[in-house]
């Protein structure tokens, strides 16, 4: 079955620092998004991104944050000076199509941890 | 705005019982309702959703939720529980056209042998 798969699954970087999350979406689909849960409380959305453009972003997805998608198969994630808060798990998602249907699919995550 | 809340941050059924984990939403316009099961170390896997029709959904692993408009709940219920079902359950609700899903703050299974 076709996954959503995330590199690294852990990552630690000292406060500051940039960070980039990789997310590869399945193949065929056109709509990507990052969500973020922070240990303890629960799973926020931060983006969405279609057409190489953010098509929705919550209030968390400030200026520190970027998306990108740099070739046909990478979606990232830039956190550009991090912050201790900015420890959680960040999960990516894909979808074939605009609306959340069987084919939203989530990675595994990768666990940032902020020192 | 959509919100979700799951009641019980923690739930321990013994091995063999009824699994219930409750789950409410708050939704302006007609909701779609998802279950997502999250194991240790691993990323969110789709349990179960309703979208629209038969209000009683079935799901993998025996899973299955109830759609409740009047009671405002989608609740989540196995008749037997299994070791494996140990993990973190999600609650979560969208709704037509909109790309993102809002999440409860999840509830914690632990099945005692």
């Known amino acids: 079955e076709p996954e959503v798969t995330q590199t690294p699954s852990h990552q630690v970087t000292q406060m500051g620092q940039e960070v980039i999350l990789r997310c590869v979406p399945i193949?065929?689909?056109?709509?990507f998004y990052w969500y973020r849960q922070i240990l303890g409380q629960k799973v926020e959305f931060l983006v969405s991104?279609?057409?190489?453009?953010?098509?929705?972003k919550s209030e968390i997805f400030d200026d520190q944050f970027s998306v990108e998608r740099p070739d046909g198969s990478n979606f990232t994630l830039k956190i550009r000076s991090t912050k201790l808060e900015d420890s959680a798990m960040y999960f990516c998602?894909?979808?074939?199509?605009?609306?959340?249907?069987?084919?939203?699919?989530f990675g595994s995550g990768t666990r940032l941890t902020v020192v | 705005a959509q919100s979700v809340t799951q009641l019980g941050s923690h739930v321990s059924v013994s091995e063999g019982a009824l699994v219930l984990l409750r789950c409410n939403y708050s939704?302006?316009?007609?909701?779609?309702l998802f279950w997502y099961v999250q194991y240790p170390n691993q990323g969110l896997q789709l349990l179960l959703k309703?979208?629209?029709?038969?209000?009683l959904v079935k799901g993998i692993n025996g899973f299955e939720a109830e759609f409740k408009k009047s009671e405002t709940s989608f609740h989540l219920t196995k008749p037997s529980a299994h070791m494996s079902d140990a993990a973190e359950y999600f609650c979560?609700?969208?709704?037509?056209?909109?790309?993102?899903?809002?999440f409860g703050q999840g509830t914690r299974l632990t099945i005692n042998p």
């Open positions: 998602a894909s979808s074939v199509s605009k609306t959340v249907t069987p084919g939203y699919t």
């Open positions: 193949s065929n689909h056109l709509y």
């Open positions: 991104f279609y057409n190489n453009e953010i098509s929705e």
């Open positions: 939704s302006s316009v007609p909701p779609y």
């Open positions: 309703y979208t629209t029709g038969a209000t």
């Open positions: 979560a609700v969208t709704t037509i056209g909109a790309q993102k899903l809002v």
